[in-house]
């Protein structure tokens, strides 16, 4: 079983750069591809990036390609998503999750972390 702290959220100006990291506590933690969501207020939660657990794969939501970057380190049990260019509509509470495929649908990963706000300002 997996717990998972997601930290580095905050206030930024819109142009800004902000590194979430996603901590894990658990032994198996480099057997699960890991994803980031996004839930803006009054909208649904959409996938962001995710990770394979080989470090090989990433995948992106259309909006992040080019911006975001996911990256692992399973020494550490972490995952990174370091956000560049950061505009107002990437306002959201953003989750780290944890299943065995890295995929966009929120039904395949079973552990999930509490949310870090991040509030981009114009």
């Known amino acids: 079983q997996l717990q998972l702290v997601e930290s580095g959220g905050g206030l930024v100006q819109a142009g800004g750069s902000l590194r979430l990291s996603c901590t894990a506590s658990?032994?198996?933690?480099?057997?699960?591809?890991v994803a980031w969501f996004r839930q803006a207020p009054g909208k649904e939660r959409e996938f962001v990036a995710a990770?394979?657990?080989?470090?090989?794969?990433?995948y992106y939501g259309d909006y992040a390609r080019g911006r975001f970057s996911i990256s692992r380190d399973n020494a550490k049990n972490t995952v990174y998503f370091q956000m560049n260019s950061l505009n107002p509509e990437d306002t959201a509470i953003y989750y780290c999750?944890?299943?065995?495929?890295?995929?966009?649908?929120?039904?395949?990963?079973?552990?999930w972390g509490q949310g870090t706000q991040v509030t981009v300002t114009s």
């Open positions: 658990g032994r198996y933690f480099k057997q699960y591809s």
């Open positions: 999750a944890a299943g065995y495929n890295p995929t966009r649908l929120q039904g395949d990963y079973t552990y």
């Open positions: 990770i394979h657990w080989n470090h090989a794969n990433t």
